[in-house]
Each structure stands twice: as structure tokens, then as C-alpha cells.
């Protein structure tokens, strides 16, 4: 490593280690108001907040993006119009169905949930990982934004709260309301490390990808085998799975694929700049 690196590394690591313990104290005390008042997250005020937080960065991050592209002005509008007509329709329709109690156990002879988390993932990561225009869209913005973004993965403490308070059980709480977390604390520590243009940067953006991906994975097939319904496994011995009922059916419903898809288009990103860079 010669002292350029070494310089940028040391000057970058004192904001890693604030951004860290800020994103703690915060998770700490979002975690501690969803366990002390219960009527706070059934209210549906937070899970409406985040969705609409975060559906606005995504909107304006893609919308600056397409501008550092050389599109057209017809062609940048036109880009932008079908990626969120497509995803505001689909936010739309998951938190309708959650209003209603689509996603209920017994609800429906099909399997809904599922189906809402694999479906917007099967078909839209080929869409989005084979599309030139998404490929020029990933060239001109920078790789920290996807990354950074996933900060709102913090607000999946909630199933920690849950679980101290006795409603949902620790086999499916703790590591999905761990994964979240980490995966949302070291979101931005992450940008910052690949922000320094290091193959060590990088590297900390891809694993830490993986991890958020490996999260899923956990928290998605411990999710199936526990709740009610065909591909229940394990019945818990304490409190039941409660999370098919509104508003807590839009994470898996809604925030899961959304979020897998964001890990892929990071990952497709670091790996076709890596690429460049070796060319």
C-alpha cells in the first residue's frame, strides 16, 4: 500500500467510526420506541414514513443519475418513467393488499406472500441486469449510492422490539432483526470505504452485498418454514409468527425484493466498474 492509500485511509476511518456510533444511537433509540409503545408501529404512521423516505431517495437518486448519463432529454424521461411506474405500482398494490388482509394466512387458497417476495425478484433482476440502459444508468452514478441507501435496513430492529416483548418468536427474531441491523449500520461505513477508490474499499462493498443478500436468505426461508400455512416446518413453542397482517407484511411483502434488488444492481455496478478499470 503506498502512503496515498495509507493517507486516505486514516483521514476516512474517523468518519466510519462516527457514522457508525450515530447510526447506533439512533437504531437504539428507534428499537427502544417500537418496544416501549406498541401502538407506535400498529399505527402504520412509521412503516408509511420509511416506505415513502425511501421511495423518494430512490426516485431522486435515479432522476440525478439518468442526468449524469448522455441519453437525450426524451430518452432520460422515458428511462425514469419505467422504472417507477413499475415500482410505484407496485408499492402501491403491496400495501393496498396488506390494508386489505391479502396476505393473511387462509386468505387465499394461493401463496401470496411468497409469491410477493420471490415474483418482483425473479423478474425484475433479469430486467435489470441484462438492460443496457440500466448498464449506462450504473456507469455515470456513483457506487456509494446504492449502497448508502440501504441505511433504512436499521428500522428492521423492529423484530428485536417484538421479540422483547414477547409477540413474535427468537428463532426468527434475532438473526432477522440482527442481519437487519448490521447490515443497515454498515451501509454507510461501507460507501465511505469504497468512496476511497481502494480495492480494499471495494472489497468491504461486495461482502458487504453478500451479507445483506445472506440476511435475506436467513430471514425469507426461516420466515416460510415457521408461519401458518403449507410450508410450515416449526410450529413455535412460544408466541406464533405475526407476520402477515398490515403493517408488518410490508417488509417481506414489499422491502425484501426491493431491497434484493438493490444489493444486485450494487453488485453488477462494483463489477462492471472493476472491469473498467482493468481493461
Known amino acids: 500500500m503506498n502512503t496515498d492509500a495509507v493517507s486516505v485511509a486514516v483521514i476516512a476511518s474517523r468518519p466510519v467510526r462516527l457514522s457508525l456510533m450515530s447510526i447506533l444511537l439512533f437504531t437504539i433509540l428507534w428499537t427502544w420506541l417500537i418496544y416501549a409503545l406498541p ?13 415513502l423516505m425511501t421511495h423518494g431517495l430512490i426516485a431522486l437518486g435515479l432522476w440525478l443519475g439518468i442526468e449524469s448519463t448522455d441519453l437525450t432529454p426524451g430518452q432520460r ?14 408499492a402501491t398494490v403491496a400495501w393496498t393488499a396488506a390494508i386489505n388482509g391479502a396476505f393473511r394466512a387462509g386468505a387465499s387458497a394461493l401463496p401470496l406472500l411468497p409469491a410477493a417476495i420471490l415474483l418482483p425478484v425473479i423478474v425484475g433482476a433479469p430486467v435489470l441486469l441484462l438492460s443496457k440502459r440500466v448498464g449506462l444508468l450504473l ?19 423492529q ?3 417484538y421479540w422483547m416483548r414477547g409477540v413474535l418468536p427468537g428463532l426468527f427474531a434475532l438473526p432477522a432483526g440482527t442481519g437487519d441491523v448490521l447490515t443497515g449500520l454498515f451501509a454507510v461505513p461501507a460507501a465511505l470505504a469504497l468512496a476511497t477508490g481502494t480495492a480494499q474499499g471495494r472489497k468491504a462493498a461486495v461482502l458487504w452485498n453478500l451479507f445483506g443478500i445472506a440476511d435475506f436468505a436467513v430471514a425469507i426461508t426461516l420466515g416460510m418454514i415457521m408461519s ?6 416449526i410450529v413455535p413453542n412460544g408466541p406464533s409468527m405475526a407476520l402477515d397482517s398490515f403493517p408488518n407484511v410490508l417488509t417481506p411483502g414489499f422491502v425484501v425484493p426491493s431491497s434484493i434488488l438493490l444489493h444486485a444492481l450494487s453488485l453488477r455496478q462494483l463489477f462492471r466498474r472493476s472491469r473498467a478499470e482493468t481493461v
Not at 78 to 89: E, G, Y
Open 159 to 161: 423484530w428485536l422490539a
Open 77 to 90: 424521461q422515458a428511462t425514469w418513467l419505467v422504472l417507477m411506474v413499475p415500482f410505484t405500482l407496485w
Open 39 to 51: 401502538a407506535l408501529p400498529e399505527s402504520g404512521i412509521p412503516a408509511l414514513g420509511v416506505r
Open 139 to 157: 456507469d455515470a452514478m456513483p457506487p456509494t449510492w446504492l449502497i448508502a441507501l440501504q441505511l433504512y435496513r436499521i428500522f428492521g430492529s
Open 228 to 233: 401458518p400455512g403449507a410450508l410450515q416446518l
